[in-house]
């Protein structure tokens, strides 16, 4: 029996393609224990979201399983929130009712006030009350990042999963919002597997760092500890030695022993 | 307790009062033109937009380019189609006469208004004879059985318009009480759409003129009551629209019902939502711009058919007064048919104008643009 809080234990999934069962994942082997972040990392198309999907229950893996607090997992449940790359907020509810729906859903025997003051607390923790009554279209994209991640932790999940959830900002909203989640990471000690693309914001944020081979049968090459105390200040450890040390792991791991696949458009 | 002068001095009111009036004065006019314009960008009066820009005292010149744009252009349009048409009307000769040309059509028009309200004075003193004599009934024996007869007259053309409208707002809806849910449980249902899907793609071609037989002997085999509280002919035309109205709003529905983004179905498993809850907060929200792109359409068909059934049918409605007209072949014919053509164009023109107006107010995404 695993002791870990939550268990990716030999989970390998296959996709029906004309050609025969394409295996995208072989094998996938990870406990991760309670508060820790880790970060996902690898190139395109290597299944790290399948990984997080399998974790989510939104796929049903092949082999293996997912054990969360000696539990197997395998529908979707608010214990394992999704923050989604394009935020994914519905389009005709204000900010306020897109968390507030979450929270509704969550909320056994709440009364009134309490989903009230539990959906506003939610959108402070991502300063966001200034916007509660807009809809997405008025926000800018690190404003419905904010609010989507306000969503999921409103939920109280016991994993939260976040699929690229900085990817298509700017460079500049993305550090102030990785600044905000290490702030929550801080205050509310979730549990977080982070899916990035980001050499640098995998650093800054983990505690380890999953480094996937490329596909097909794609599996975890490589786990790099981040030893970095925290709180961590971007600035201060542009300059520290071990932080480099740790990216330039990364980096050696991604490029020169995992080359990017030889996709169509990069031929 | 503060004493009135307290209060005066402690707001500063006095002092500021005339700054703050001139101020508030030109905020609310600057709210107020907002205000205005949103309004008729929304309900698709764009043309207003240069007017009401212009009355508030902005830049002239672009607003004039911008009426000319808006106003002008249409109307120069209309000049020429009004031009073309009576030089080329008065070319054909057909056996009623020349073909009417817009001032004829004007004459007629105002005759048929005419017609109208002298129908409602013949009608007002028909039920005024009647009260009079029941009144002398009355008096000689108190306890005679009075009643008054409803009037029998022709309906006129308003009439017909009134008809006709009632008729395919009737037809429409029992058709959209129908097609939404059908819709939605084809979007929601990949099994039920392809079992339903064969025969929705074979009724929907059909002409629904072709179904109007049936429906007429259907409907007086079945619906047979002593006192009926609509007249068959009226249920006729409602059911014809009703069969045409039903699939644009089906397949519309169902293709947005079925091409929600994946993300926000996704997010409904994640949080679990029930069943119910899933189609009300999901699917019906996001479908909603295609929702009312199919009633767009099925309003539109539905009265262009109304039309034809009731000349068809001999329904009353707009269609019976050309159909009518066209038979009864006088010189003043053609001219009454064209007012019925155009105010058929008008009402048709409304009719779309009044769905893409809900269309815009209830879709979610205001930046899209709507036609």
């Given at each position: 029996m695993s002791n870990a809080y939550l268990d990716i234990s030999s989970v390998s999934i296959d996709f029906p393609t004309r050609g025969g069962a394409f295996r995208a994942l072989n094998d996938v082997n990870l406990k991760i224990d309670e508060g820790e972040f880790i970060s996902l990392i690898g190139h395109s198309g290597c299944g790290k979201s399948t990984v997080l999907n399998i974790v989510a229950g939104l796929h049903q893996a092949t082999e293996g399983g997912v054990i969360l607090e000696g539990k197997e997992v395998n529908s979707p449940g608010p214990d394992r929130s999704v923050v989604f790359q394009n935020h994914s907020l519905f389009p005709w509810m204000t900010t306020y009712e897109n968390v507030e729906l979450a929270v509704k859903q969550v909320a056994?025997?709440?009364?009134k006030a309490e989903i009230r003051d539990w959906v506003n607390h939610n959108l402070e923790l991502v300063h966001m009350t200034h916007a509660a009554q807009k809809r997405p279209a008025e926000l800018s994209g690190g404003m419905k990042q904010r609010v989507g991640i306000a969503r999921a932790l409103s939920m109280e999940p016991k994993v939260l999963l976040m699929d690229e959830p900085f990817g298509a900002l700017d460079a500049l909203t993305r550090a102030h919002l990785q600044d905000s989640l290490m702030e929550i990471h801080r205050e509310l000690k979730n549990t977080i597997i982070m899916i990035t693309h980001d050499v640098d914001e995998a650093v800054l944020l983990s505690d380890r760092i999953v480094m996937m081979t490329n596909g097909?049968?794609?599996?975890?090459g490589e786990v790099q500890d981040i030893k970095l105390a925290?709180?961590?200040n971007r600035v201060e450890l542009a300059d520290d030695v071990e932080y480099n040390h740790n990216r330039s792991a990364v980096l050696k791991f991604l490029y020169?022993?995992?080359?990017?696949p030889v996709t169509d458009d990069a031929a | 307790m503060i004493g009135f002068k307290t209060f005066f001095k402690k707001n500063s009111f006095i002092e500021e009062d005339k700054v703050g009036v001139a101020n508030g004065t030109r905020q609310w006019n600057f709210d107020m033109k907002n205000r205005l314009v949103n309004f008729f960008t929304l309900v698709g009066f764009t043309w207003a937009v240069p007017v009401i820009k212009l009355v508030s005292g902005e830049s002239p010149r672009e607003q004039f380019a911008e009426m000319f744009r808006t106003i002008g252009l249409p109307v120069i349009a209309i000049l020429i189609f009004l031009g073309m048409w009576s030089g080329l009307a008065s070319q054909v000769k057909t056996s009623l006469g020349v073909l009417p040309g817009p001032v004829q059509v004007y004459q007629q028009a105002s005759t048929l208004v005419d017609e109208h309200y002298a129908e409602r004075e013949k009608e007002a003193a028909f039920i005024k004879r009647q009260e009079v004599r029941n009144a002398k009934k009355l008096e000689k024996n108190p306890d005679a059985k009075v009643k008054i007869r409803p009037y029998t007259g022709a309906p006129t053309f308003i009439d017909q318009i009134f008809t006709s409208l009632l008729t395919v707002f009737a037809g429409f809806l029992v058709g959209t009480l129908f097609a939404i849910p059908l819709g939605i449980a084809c979007g929601l249902s990949d099994k039920l759409y392809t079992a339903v899907s064969p025969l929705i793609q074979v009724f929907k071609p059909v002409s629904p003129l072709a179904w109007l037989p049936i429906v007429t002997m259907v409907v007086s085999a079945v619906y047979v009551t002593s006192d009926p509280m609509f007249d068959k002919s009226f249920i006729n035309s409602a059911i014809t629209v009703t069969l045409c109205s039903l699939w644009p709003t089906v397949i519309n529905t169902a293709v947005g019902v079925s091409s929600i983004d994946r993300d926000l179905v996704n997010v409904g498993r994640v949080l679990k939502l029930n069943w119910w809850s899933k189609v009300t907060k999901i699917a019906v929200p996001s479908s909603l711009p295609m929702i009312f792109t199919g009633l767009r359409i099925a309003l539109g068909i539905g009265w262009m058919v109304l039309i034809a059934a009731e000349m068809l049918a001999?329904?009353?409605?707009l269609g019976k007064f050309v159909w009518d007209e066209f038979q009864n072949g006088s010189s003043n014919s053609l001219g009454r048919i064209m007012v019925a053509v155009i105010v058929i164009g008008i009402i048709g023109f409304i009719l779309d104008w009044l769905m893409l107006t809900l269309q815009k107010m209830f879709s979610y995404d205001k930046a899209a643009v709507i036609r």
């Open positions: 056994k025997g709440k009364n097909p049968s794609a599996t975890i925290r709180p961590r020169e022993r995992q080359k990017a | 001999q329904n009353p409605g």
